[in-house]
């Protein structure tokens, strides 16, 4: 949450100020008639600064440290310099210096407190005590009581801490004093929706939501922000959904970019591959469905240990599964996003297309040439996902491996991958045995593409326009819910893969899987979790209670769940290894309030899987389980024996 303008604005503000008069004016109030020949080192070091030449820069400025000792401003250009050279420890002791000699020195208050709040939002939080930024910027808004940016530098600070009740107050002070309408109180508002958003209180982020739109609907950035509040607030909301697809448009009007990717400048977008394949010479799209696309499925009972979520929809439409051709394509930014001539291409991200990326400045765009035959398993939301990935991307692999990789003649195609040092994102890959040599890793940076002149393979997925139920069309998140037949395809490729660990694992006795999510690590945990656990281990016997951590290797964590005669858990990343478990399985649902996400309620549709939901434990989606009460205990505790009794009295049937 704090300013983008980051160290870049720092460092030209204090110099700018200091080029324009500001230090000459500092040194004679302190009656310090400085010499021309201090005035033009000072000049010397402001332009080697300029020029990029920090070496030259530091000396300077240590130099006029010694010889005026009593004005602030060299040693904050001093510790800037450290900063901008990246050392860190002695720009801190540098602000630190300053922060001591100078208590009552704004500049100093504010500079120190930009200083670790853009170390907190780079997350180099062992670079910085967090008690001395606060301190800085709590100085900053005492010595300038009327200084906008003190109260939002105080505010995002607030927020980087995860302090939202402080937070809240220190925003809405800054709100208040900021001129309307400007970008300012635009970008105030926006952190305070925000803030808000991630610390619970929905109220107040419904309605800076709906302050933004009605003062800056048309500013660029404004309905994905509005749009994001929505879909973690509001089930089922087409609304957020119509804002992010006209942010999406907007993004497209105004990206201007004019080079070999686009000699016109005009860009446009496409959402659905059928229209892209019917009405663009560079798209070819073949369908490789084995089931039609909208058959209908997913039709179950869920079973609730209170009282039942408000909508909570089950039935789902089959998605069309294409093999594209994309004839000289370019791949964009961190995520891979996917381009042909003048036309991005959202395929099945739709309306959760990320363009924040390319919405930066494109003057310093870097192209990579990569010629050759290749196809690739990304475009994809959040490769460091772990649901993501799994769920989608490696769908995408066994369908490539089929129809590409596997086929005679095709020996010269390479399989374009995120980095492999991601864990998730190697382990499983070697499960599917692909030669190392036939991959390539896409590690690009935001201001950076790759062109593919010959052509990129991809597959994806494009849902039906008539969806009868209102699952896929008028939920924020479905362009994250797989098709059924690529999940069905994984869940039996996955089972095979494990044999080479173990020929007998299906044959091992069952057990309960207890997905536990770290308290450290992640949201959505349960503070009292060993409690919870003991009760369920009680009510188990003599049926086996496995923990799920996460960390267990790739192959082991699957073993657990294929073996799983019940799963339990909370909604987060674990519950996408339910892939592994036989049709009819009882998995646990601990949900969330609102229940926004219905990504896990969709794959137990897919996967025949049993649910029930306990939803007198829920979470907030930034937030935690807490401490559970004992009831809440007690709740878990019977939805565990209900779940033991349906899945043992379903066995009986069948042999029977």
């Known amino acids: 949450?704090?300013?983008?303008?980051?160290?870049?604005?720092?460092?030209?503000?204090?110099?700018?100020?200091?080029?324009?008069?500001?230090?000459?004016?500092?040194?004679?109030?302190?009656?310090?008639d400085p010499a021309q020949e201090v005035r033009q080192m000072f000049e010397q070091a402001s332009l080697a600064f300029q020029q990029g030449d920090l070496s030259e820069a530091e000396g300077l400025f240590a130099q006029l440290v010694k010889m005026l000792p009593m004005l602030s401003a060299p040693l904050l250009n001093l510790a800037i310099v450290y900063e901008k050279r990246n050392e860190l420890k002695m720009a801190r002791d540098a602000f630190k210096k300053a922060r001591t000699k100078f208590p009552k020195d704004f500049a100093v208050a504010i500079a120190s407190c930009r200083f670790g709040a853009n170390l907190m939002n780079q997350k180099q939080y062992d670079a910085v005590k967090r008690e001395d930024v606060v301190s800085a910027c709590l100085a900053a808004t005492k010595l300038n009581p009327d200084d906008l940016e003190a109260f939002l530098m105080l505010g995002s600070t607030y927020v980087l801490l995860m302090d939202f009740e402080k937070a809240i107050p220190t925003l809405e002070k800054a709100e208040s004093m900021a001129q309307r309408p400007s970008i300012a109180h635009h970008q105030i508002t926006t952190n305070l929706a925000l803030a808000a958003l991630r610390g619970g209180f929905a109220a107040i982020a419904l309605e800076r939501a709906a302050a933004l739109g009605q003062e800056y609907g048309t500013l660029r950035g404004t309905q994905g922000t509005i749009a994001g509040v929505r879909s973690i607030l509001l089930p089922y909301d087409k609304e957020a959904i119509n804002l992010m697809t006209s942010a999406l448009k907007q993004f497209v009007n105004g990206f201007n970019l004019k080079d070999s990717s686009c000699p016109t400048g005009k860009w446009g977008i496409h959402t659905n591959w059928t229209v892209a394949a019917s009405s663009l010479k560079q798209v070819a799209a073949q369908a490789i469905n084995q089931v039609p696309m909208g058959t209908p499925y997913g039709k179950r009972t869920v079973h609730y240990i209170g009282a039942p979520l408000a909508k909570y929809l089950t039935e789902f439409h089959e998605r069309r599964i294409d093999l594209l051709t994309l004839r000289d394509a370019y791949m964009w930014g961190s995520l891979g996003l996917v381009s042909t001539r003048c036309v991005f291409h959202t395929g099945s991200q739709t309306w959760n297309f990320e363009v924040q990326e390319l919405a930066g400045n494109t003057t310093y765009l870097q192209t990579v040439e990569m010629p050759g035959a290749f196809v690739s398993a990304l475009p994809l939301k959040n490769y460091n996902n772990y649901y993501h990935w799994v769920l989608e991307s490696m769908i995408r692999v066994l369908y490539i491996e089929e129809y590409v990789l596997d086929v005679p003649g095709n020996e010269h195609y390479k399989l374009i991958v995120p980095s492999r040092s991601i864990k998730h994102v190697d382990g499983f890959l070697k499960l599917l045995h692909i030669e190392p040599e036939r991959m390539v890793e896409f590690q690009m940076l935001p201001n950076q593409r790759w062109h593919l002149p010959d052509g990129v393979k991809l597959v994806d997925w494009t849902a039906p326009k008539s969806d009868k139920f209102g699952s896929l069309m008028s939920d924020p998140w479905s362009s994250f819910y797989p098709p059924r037949q690529g999940l069905q395809k994984l869940r039996k490729r996955l089972q095979d893969s494990l044999l080479e660990y173990d020929p007998d694992y299906a044959d091992r006795p069952k057990h309960l899987v207890f997905i536990s999510r770290s308290q450290s690590e992640a949201v959505r945990s349960i503070s009292n979790e060993p409690a919870l656990l003991a009760k369920v281990r009680a009510v188990a016997h003599p049926l086996e209670v496995?923990?799920?951590?996460?960390?267990?290797?790739?192959?082991?964590?699957?073993?657990?769940?294929?073996?799983?005669?019940?799963?339990?858990?909370?909604?987060?990343?674990?519950?996408?290894?339910?892939?592994?478990?036989?049709?009819?399985?009882?998995?646990?649902?601990?949900?969330?309030?609102?229940?926004?996400?219905?990504?896990?309620?969709?794959?137990?549709?897919?996967?025949?899987?049993?649910?029930?939901?306990?939803?007198?434990?829920?979470?907030?989606?930034?937030?935690?389980?807490?401490?559970?009460?004992?009831?809440?205990?007690?709740?878990?505790?019977?939805?565990?024996?209900?779940?033991?009794?349906?899945?043992?009295?379903?066995?009986?049937?069948?042999?029977?």
């Open 1 to 32: 949450m704090t300013r983008r303008s980051g160290r870049g604005i720092v460092f030209a503000c204090v110099m700018v100020c200091l080029m324009l008069g500001g230090w000459p004016n500092m040194v004679y109030s302190t009656n310090a």
């Open 546 to 656: 496995v923990v799920h951590t996460g960390k267990e290797p790739i192959h082991e964590q699957l073993m657990m769940f294929v073996n799983a005669k019940v799963v339990l858990g909370a909604h987060g990343a674990g519950l996408s290894n339910v892939i592994m478990c036989n049709p009819r399985t009882p998995v646990i649902l601990l949900p969330m309030q609102p229940h926004v996400d219905h990504t896990f309620g969709h794959l137990f549709s897919a996967l025949d899987l049993e649910e029930w939901v306990v939803t007198s434990v829920t979470s907030y989606y930034y937030g935690q389980y807490g401490t559970l009460s004992k009831t809440q205990i007690t709740d878990v505790s019977r939805a565990v024996s209900e779940a033991i009794e349906w899945i043992s009295n379903l066995s009986t049937r069948d042999e029977l």
